[in-house]
């Protein structure tokens, strides 16, 4: 039965991811990997805007754009929905197997991976995504050492490379190796012992091992274009919470929305079970953990990494019931569940064959449908390339399909600043000031919801004209403009 739910746990989730891409920040990523594969480069100005041309571009996350383009390019859409969930697959297998190393018991690690990878599974299609995955990673060779077993540390700095320029998450990985060393430390400081457990006698338990890995992580981390100045731009960015504050995933997260229903019992089953998985030795869960919930409860795109900390200690808590509990004895016999089984293994592979993705057609593979399509046939039909207003939510589908048409804005928050980003925000909502923010940027058209207050404006102003609109989008052209 353990194999089948081992299959179980990462093969659910990989079917549900196998739905449609619908994130709309993808877009601008595929957008860059173009840019690095036609220019054999890594951009470090922006090619995309006409707002922000030629101001300096931190690309960090240009790896995860190149991939997902070439995946694109090469095996179609479905390749990346295929990847996004085979990564999504593996990280709860691995995860799995790390709640099963911390417990002890097979179906309690099952139900808490199942549990933290329902939460997980909501940035399956950013690169976030491999975060997680990453994170998982380091985790079980950092529990290894843990363990006294430093034969998988050369692990970490050669995922670190990769990671440093995937996504900003790596500090993460710096992060949890610093806390495991700082653990060791101090238990060794509190015992009088050089090593950082009892019975860990060998010399891979010792915190200059661990040291000495964590200096090749932070030098492999320094392999990007950017350089030394990668390290600091996660803090940099999260300074900037003027613009943050308007991007919703930075937001604090809004339980009276399902879609944080999942974070919700994760917390709930933290508070209610968490305390029996109390172990001597084991604070460094409790001050992750802290640690983890304050960034997630600040910031909903951390609840990933709350839901991975959290995980063994739900696991932990949970192989205290009877009945969660490994057992050999009494279990029925193999034969009396083969029929269980197979049905079991033919049920995932049939759901998984129903959502798999046959075909790249756009129309199976892409969510396009808030997506203003047909205005933007319209537009290429005008031939309009002047200065344009455009929604934020649409920017990075511009940048992908209208290369020729530098945007005013897209996902890139960090990139246009606060003053810009605000602007846009007040001439969308049509804020009294809208008119002068219009004629401050001399915008000649604009791409915006049709139920945008501005479109509302736009509508009965003398000085402004209908060029489009459906129940979607709305285009409007300044008078004597083209």
């Known amino acids: 039965m353990r194999w089948v739910i081992a299959w179980l ?4 989730p990989f079917a549900y991811a196998l739905g449609r891409l619908s994130d709309p920040d993808l877009f601008w990523h595929l957008a860059t990997g173009r840019f690095v594969l036609s220019h054999g480069a890594v951009p470090t100005t922006d090619p995309f805007s006409w707002t922000a041309a030629g101001k300096p571009w931190t690309a960090h996350e240009w790896l995860f754009g190149t991939l997902m383009y070439w995946l694109q390019q090469r095996l179609g859409w479905q390749a990346i929905l295929l990847f996004q969930a085979a990564v999504l697959a593996l990280t709860l297998h691995l995860l799995l197997r790390l709640c099963r190393e911390r417990s002890g018991s097979f ?3 099952a139900l808490s991976a199942l549990l933290c990878g329902y939460v997980v599974s909501g940035t399956v299609q950013r690169p976030q ?15 290894r050492w843990r363990r006294g077993k430093p034969d998988r540390l050369w692990l970490l700095p050669l995922a670190m490379v990769p990671w440093a320029n995937l996504h900003g998450g790596f500090v993460l990985g710096l992060g949890l190796m610093a806390a495991y060393l700082a653990e060791a430390v101090v238990r060794g400081w509190i015992t009088g012992r050089r090593v950082p457990l009892a019975g860990a006698a060998t010399p891979g ?18 392999v990007n274009p950017q350089g030394p100045r990668l390290l600091a731009y996660p803090l940099w960015y999260l300074q900037h919470r003027d613009v943050l504050n308007g991007v919703t995933e930075w937001l604090s997260p809004n339980f009276h929305l399902s879609s944080a229903q999942p974070l919700e019992l994760l917390l709930v089953g933290l508070i209610a079970l968490g305390w029996q998985a109390r172990r001597p030795g084991r604070w460094l ?6 640690v983890a919930t304050h960034m997630t409860l600040y910031s909903v795109r951390n609840e990933g990494l709350l839901a991975i900390l959290a995980a063994p200690v739900l696991a932990t808590a949970l192989a205290g019931w009877p009945r969660l509990r490994d057992q050999t004895q009494g279990e029925p016999k193999p034969s009396r569940l083969w029929v269980l ?38 537009v290429d039909s005008q031939n309009l390339s002047a200065r344009m207003l455009n929604h934020y939510d649409w920017g990075g589908y511009l940048i992908w399909t209208e290369p020729h048409r530098p945007v005013f804005i897209d996902g890139r928050a960090d990139l246009y600043g606060s003053e810009l ?19 401050r940027w001399k915008i000649e058209w604009v791409l915006i919801r049709a139920t945008d207050s501005l479109a509302q404006v736009l509508e009965e102003s003398p000085a ?19």
Do not use: Q
């Open 205 to 222: 338990g010792r915190p200059t091992v661990l040291a000495g890995w964590l200096l090749a992580a932070v030098a492999a981390a320094l």
């Open 341 to 378: 089984n197979v049905a079991l293994v033919l049920g995932l592979l049939l759901f998984i064959a129903d959502r798999m993705p046959w075909t790249s057609d756009p129309e199976r593979c892409l969510d396009l449908v808030g997506y203003p399509t047909k205005a933007l046939a319209w």
């Open 464 to 482: 402004w004209r209908r060029g489009y609109r459906d129940r979607l989008a709305a285009v409007y052209l300044r008078k004597g403009a083209r």
């Open 285 to 290: 869960d409790l001050c992750l953990l802290v």
């Open 129 to 143: 995504a491999l975060s997680w995955l990453l994170a998982v990673l380091f985790l079980l060779v950092l529990e």
């Open 9 to 12: 746990v990462p093969g659910i």
């Open 421 to 439: 980003f605000e602007e846009h925000n007040r001439a969308v909502d049509a804020k009294p000031d809208w008119k002068a923010i219009l004629d």
């Open 107 to 109: 179906p309690a690690a």
